[in-house]
């Protein structure tokens, strides 16, 4: 039987998009600005089911010994090396079986004079184990990233925090839960395994890890970053969520009752840039729906505050510009107002709650 094998794999998750449908749309579909067409483009209506996706995006990719080595020994921290090597042993392990199982199937054509020729059950049987194991080098980190959609499901945290609620960020096992399926949506997108990849390289390059290399017996001509980059995914999002948790981190709701709503897009959770930085493990905004956005960090700050239009415009350019392709919004002349700066390239991002205090609603505006 042909494995399940998900071509068609999200790197944003769709759940979350669904605060931004339009009104009344049928057809389930939110305005986009697509940014590679600056100069002349305009939003238009996409299916959010058809947007932020590649095929095969999650495939694991065969590596060899330096890149192994490179990636646990000069990228991950000590306390995570065994676990991770355990981690990509395991997974490598089904890109070894498949060789000899294509290889079986080539010597049974060889044995029969055909594919054809082969009997059936034989033949049933070799495509059912090249099946499972194409599947599982498909599908397992798309599978993880499910698993992590589906604790969201089951606490109901978006739809909580669009009612206003963030309650849950106090009980200690779903608080953990939580930050990490926050940091998976920022480490999980395009943009983001591409600068790792990026970054990655260049770093090769420095006479600091060349010596490193040197000392760990690793060729860094024959360490491919591409092929790592769901393993930084993985140990970003673990790594970065425990130092939040671990530093009692705080998430401030940001409610938006301006004319101007939040947007998203292709990388919805972002990091700041700027003073905020030095706080542990970073200061991540994550807008929750056109009126709620989250901002968590490990500074001592209001659960709940209410924006003003000027910091909504703050938090709206840094998605605008932080995205990778694709921005959206439920209004079409709400991403309109964003364009013109991004010509002007990423600006140093100030956080414009860094310095604000509690307000009233009535205080807001």
């Not at 090597?85 to 392990?93: D, L, N, T, V």
């Not at 096992?173 to 990026?198: K, M, N």
């Not at 995914?233 to 939040?262: D, G, H, Q, R």
Request: proline share 5%; with cysteine; glycine share 4%.
């Amino acid at each position: 039987m042909k494995g399940k094998i998900k071509e068609q794999q999200h790197y944003v998750w769709r759940h979350y998009l669904e605060s931004w449908i339009v009104d009344g749309d049928k057809k389930k579909r939110l305005w986009c600005y697509e940014k590679h067409r600056v100069f002349g483009g305009n939003p238009s209506l996409r299916p959010h089911k058809k947007i932020n996706r590649d095929k095969y995006f999650y495939e694991i990719k065969s590596l060899n010994r330096d890149e192994i080595e490179y990636f646990i020994r000069l990228c991950t921290p000590p306390i995570y090396q065994e676990m991770m090597r355990c981690y990509i042993e395991q997974q490598q392990g089904h890109i070894k079986i498949a060789d000899p199982v294509n290889w079986v199937k080539d010597c049974l054509a060889k044995q029969f004079g055909d594919y054809d020729n082969i009997p059936k059950e034989l033949l049933n049987q070799a495509n059912d184990i090249s099946n499972k194991v194409n599947e599982h080098i498909k599908n397992t980190f798309e599978n993880e990233h499910e698993k992590i959609e589906k604790n969201a499901l089951k606490y109901k945290w978006l739809d909580k925090l669009r009612s206003g609620c963030s309650d849950f960020f106090c009980l200690d096992d779903e608080r953990y839960l939580f930050l990490q399926f926050v940091l998976t949506q920022h480490f999980r997108t395009e943009i983001s395994r591409e600068t790792f990849s990026t970054t990655h390289r260049g770093r090769l390059d420095s006479p600091k890890s060349i010596a490193l290399l040197s000392e760990n017996q690793i060729d860094p001509q024959k360490v491919n970053t591409n092929n790592l980059t769901n393993y930084f995914t993985m140990l970003y999002s673990l790594c970065i969520a425990e130092i939040l948790y671990k530093s009692k981190a705080n998430l401030t709701l940001n409610i938006n009752e301006t004319n101007v709503p939040f947007i998203t897009s292709d990388h919805p959770v972002v990091g700041w840039k700027g003073p905020i930085r030095e706080a542990p493990g970073g200061t991540f905004y994550y807008p929750i729906s056109p009126d709620t956005a989250i901002i968590i960090n490990c500074k001592n700050k209001p659960n709940k505050i209410l924006v003003c239009e000027q910091e909504v415009d703050v938090y709206n350019q840094a998605i605008f510009d932080l995205a990778h392709k694709n921005v959206f919004s439920d209004t079409a002349n709400i991403l309109e107002k964003y364009i013109p700066k991004s010509n002007q390239g990423i600006a140093e991002i100030k956080h414009p709650v860094a310095n604000s205090h509690e307000r009233g609603r009535s205080g807001g505006h």
